[in-house]
């Protein structure tokens, strides 16, 4: 998952999934619509993502109700922080031109 | 593909990341114009306010004494005036920063707008509470100074979800009710001083540092 020579993490190769772990960074918990809203992405694509992210337990799905209507909500975990916290360094080492 | 990451896409990324993080944690719509225009609303309501006052005093003045109902009609046209001029500073304020989020593209009621509007709201309605437990017992001293006071804590409750430059306009009308509270026969001016000039001072130090060029 992680490159051993530069941090970078594949995982967060794809904008899609880096900007979810932005939002999520900031915000303790957001739900799929407005994730969807942020990051101008459709249904399908945004949920496959999420699903990568929710595997490698890098994010938290919370299921509930708001009235009838299903509301999800996620949540970053501490081992996704951890991963991101370090991928961000990486790029930013990458960008210094050290390693 | 980590093959092409190259220290120009790794800025790319990071610019993308700080992007997202601001436009998900905080409403960045919010126009210095809105400031401007709830000024301007706030300086008109105090100079019609100014005008009931001196019409009330020279009768006062002139015949020795006001009746009961003069006073009432007094109380009822100031709170008209106030209402007023709220709605007109509120409605004028939101369409300039709606028609700035509209440009950006963005959404004006999403979960940043939502969470802005309930922070400010709590310090909001707790002031509003006070100022009228106040004035069930006829202190009208610390009106005015009361308004200051928890609009600049609003302010400040409310810059951890919008533009943090806010937070110097809370500060300044926190200082500005608390010396209200020492020369309490200057209400009025305080009052347009705290609603009036520095809201436009912040609107348009706000439009010019980010929004001249757009």
Avoid at chain 1, 27 to 33: C, G, K, L, P
Avoid at chain 1, 86 to 92: C, F, G, N, R, S
Wanted: net charge positive.
């Amino acid at each position: 998952m992680k490159n051993p020579i530069t941090g970078l993490n594949k995982i967060f190769d794809n904008r899609i999934r880096l900007g979810v772990m932005s939002v999520l960074m900031v915000n303790e918990e957001i739900s799929f619509n407005d994730l969807k809203q942020l990051l101008e992405v459709t249904d399908g694509n945004l949920a496959t993502h999420l699903v990568t992210l929710e595997e490698n337990a890098f994010i938290k799905v919370h299921k509930g109700f708001v009235g009838r209507k299903t509301n999800t909500t996620y949540s970053i975990t501490r081992q996704g922080e951890k991963a991101f916290s370090e991928h961000v360094t990486a790029l930013e080492n990458m960008i210094k031109g050290v390693r | 593909m980590e093959e092409t990451q190259s220290p120009a896409s790794s800025l790319e990324d990071i610019k993308d990341i700080r992007r997202i993080m601001d436009r998900s944690s905080r409403f960045l719509s919010l126009s210095g114009l809105s400031g401007v225009a709830a000024g301007i609303c706030a300086i008109a309501g105090a100079v019609v306010a100014d005008s009931i006052f001196n019409n009330y005093y020279g009768t006062y003045n002139s015949r020795g004494f006001t009746t009961w109902d003069e006073f009432s009609l007094l109380k009822l046209r100031l709170m008209l005036v106030a209402a007023v001029v709220f709605l007109l500073a509120f409605v004028s304020s939101f369409y300039l920063t709606w028609r700035k989020a509209k440009k950006q593209g963005l959404p004006v009621w999403d979960h940043t707008s939502r969470r802005l509007a309930w922070n400010m709201l709590v310090p909001l309605l707790a002031g509003g509470a006070f100022i009228l437990g106040m004035l069930r017992y006829d202190i009208w001293v610390f009106v005015a100074p009361a308004c200051l006071i928890f609009y600049g804590l609003a302010l400040v409750n409310a810059s951890k979800y919008t533009l943090s430059d806010i937070r110097y306009l809370g500060y300044c009308e926190i200082i500005l009710g608390t010396v209200n509270m020492i020369y309490t026969g200057y209400g009025l001016w305080f009052w347009t001083a705290g609603f009036g000039v520095l809201h436009i001072i912040y609107g348009v130090i706000m439009w010019y540092k980010y929004e001249r060029g757009n």
